[in-house]
């Protein structure tokens, strides 16, 4: 199972850095790398175009201005983008990745990567738009890249050795899987997550069948 396809050369690949949301009706291939962070990519299946974010926290201070480094703002932010590209809610579809707890001293109580993630279910299920897909990154992070022509994403587990990953999981324990089906835990070796297609994308130039690239 291959993590991503080659991109053409005329597709570069956006690099998402945290605290940004990117949204274009024009295809793109937008990679980013997640700890606690949690991403949100929407896609349209009627128009065919999506975006990304990635945000740091869960919820903006009211001492603080209005950031997408904050997922109530971020998501608000990103669906905003979408709809005034064309899009109408009804035509959305989420898929949400991220989430882990990568320090020790998260793993005493709620971690921020945790929290962060509730709060993208949340405010996915007010707005409501669907979460088809996803995966919780456990204590690892997780490289990701979304083709927004097709919809698809692909995850990748970034693998710690060491003293200090050992430490890390074992603090971590068992963890009750928030988006119960539709979130699971990534493989080792990287997964396409969510796609389904029967014709190549002309962005990526993958045919996914029951969520495999063939």
Not at 92 to 101: H, N, T
Not at 164 to 183: D, E, F, I, Y
Not at 187 to 193: L, P
Not at 208 to 214: A, C, D, L, M, V
Request: hydrophobic share 40%.
């Amino acid at each position: 199972m291959s993590y991503a396809p080659p991109a053409p050369p005329d597709r570069p690949t956006l690099r998402l850095l945290p605290g940004q949301v990117f949204c274009e009706r024009e295809p793109h291939l937008i990679s980013t790398i997640l700890g606690s962070c949690v991403a949100v990519c929407l896609w349209d299946r009627r128009l065919r175009f999506g975006g990304m974010n990635h945000f740091l926290l869960p919820i903006r201070p009211s001492t603080e201005a209005p950031s997408v480094r904050f997922g109530d703002v971020a998501i608000p932010a990103l669906v905003e983008s979408m709809v005034s590209l064309g899009s109408q809610i009804e035509d959305l579809q989420a898929k949400v990745f991220g989430g882990a707890s990568v320090l020790v001293a998260e793993a005493g109580g709620v971690s921020i990567g945790r929290r962060n993630l509730r709060l993208a279910v949340r405010e996915l299920r007010r707005q409501r738009i669907p979460i088809v897909a996803g995966r919780l990154a456990g204590d690892q992070g997780i490289v990701l890249l979304q083709c927004t022509a097709c919809g698809d994403v692909w995850v990748r587990p970034i693998v710690s050795t060491g003293a200090a990953a050992v430490a890390v999981a074992a603090a971590a324990g068992p963890r009750r899987r928030l988006l119960r089906r539709r979130v699971s835990r990534g493989g080792a070796s990287g997964e396409s997550v969510g796609n389904n297609r029967s014709e190549p994308c002309p962005t990526c130039g993958t045919v996914t069948r029951n969520g495999e690239p063939s």
